[in-house]
């Protein structure tokens, strides 16, 4: 396949890769938040409360905060702590191991590292599945929570977590909610920062250079965040290249067509061909 060759070829003349990450990677990966893996581990709340997929569930009214929790130690437990189903992302690391990378991504399930990749090199502009704030927030901090998480899974029972494992704010004494931008109560921490100091100076040291900017499964829910960027540093730059893979959506403006790769498919697959 020529598109497959072209890609090759870009990767290996390239000064730098970044790329650009959404949720279609994930769902390559096997994460998905629909179907048998959501009935498989969310059937009792589906029973009751008739919810039709993971994504809305985590904005469902829970009356308790027991119940609340319940639902969501899964949700983190399930797509935070444990590995992807399909090796997507350990072949993602595969082709970029040995260059000059970084990752900018709006998902928030931890799976770059759990695959191994370098944490100095990702920036998650959205959260982390893995972290807790201050619903207010009250401080400008956040905490992990595996360990309160694996105990959730443990002793729920009938949908609920027991109550002393409810997790308030150590300052305040609010409920802890998680730290997800979904609104301006999105905290951003001092490794937030830092990982975005860190993309600002990988941008600055390979301006101008054969960059290429590999967009994997990035929808039209927060293109301003990797998409619109992604278009603009490509026309900016006659030696970068746009590389857009995606089941559905790939496609690139008329501006930049000379210097786009776009390729529709399943990211696992084309991967594969790659390596």
């Known amino acids: 396949m020529e598109q497959i060759a072209r890609l090759r070829r870009a990767l290996d003349s390239a000064d730098a890769v970044l790329i650009g990450a959404g949720s279609g990677l994930s769902t390559a990966a096997g994460l998905t938040y629909t179907g048998e893996r959501f009935e498989r581990y969310f059937g009792d709340f589906i029973a009751k409360y008739h919810i039709p997929d993971m994504y809305a569930g985590g904005f469902y009214p829970f009356e308790t905060l027991e119940e609340y929790w319940a639902w969501w130690s899964r949700h983190i437990f399930y797509n935070r702590y444990v590995d992807a189903p399909l090796p997507v992302y350990r072949d993602l690391l595969a082709l970029v191991r040995d260059q000059d990378y970084f990752v900018l991504t709006t998902n928030v399930d931890h799976q770059f590292q759990r695959a191994g990749f370098d944490k100095k090199r990702l920036f998650y502009t959205q959260g982390d599945y893995g972290l807790w704030q201050c619903m ?3 401080h400008n901090k956040t905490y992990d929570n595996e360990q309160t998480v694996r105990h959730m899974i443990e002793e729920q029972r009938d949908m609920r ?4 494992l ?3 704010c150590p300052v305040c004494g609010r409920p802890m909610t998680m730290n997800l931008r979904a609104d301006d ?3 951003e ?3 937030w920062h830092a990982a975005a100091g860190r993309y600002a100076d990988f941008l600055r040291r390979h301006e101008g250079l054969r960059v290429v900017f590999l967009e994997l499964g990035v ?3 927060t293109p301003g965040i990797i998409k619109y960027p992604f278009w603009r540093m490509t026309r ?3 030696q970068a290249t ?3 893979i995606n089941a559905g959506e790939a496609f690139a403006p008329r501006e930049i067509s000379k210097q786009s790769l776009c390729i529709q498919g399943d990211i696992g697959e084309v991967l594969q061909r790659i390596q």
Not at 161 to 164: A, G, L, Q
Request: aromatic share 8%; charged share 15%.
């Open 185 to 187: 109560t999105f905290v």
């Open 219 to 221: 929808g039209g829910n």
């Open 136 to 138: 207010q927030p009250c």
């Open 166 to 168: 409810v997790p308030h």
């Open 242 to 244: 746009y590389v857009c």
């Open 161 to 164: 977590v027991p109550t002393e």
């Open 189 to 191: 921490d001092e490794g």
């Open 236 to 238: 900016d730059n006659p």
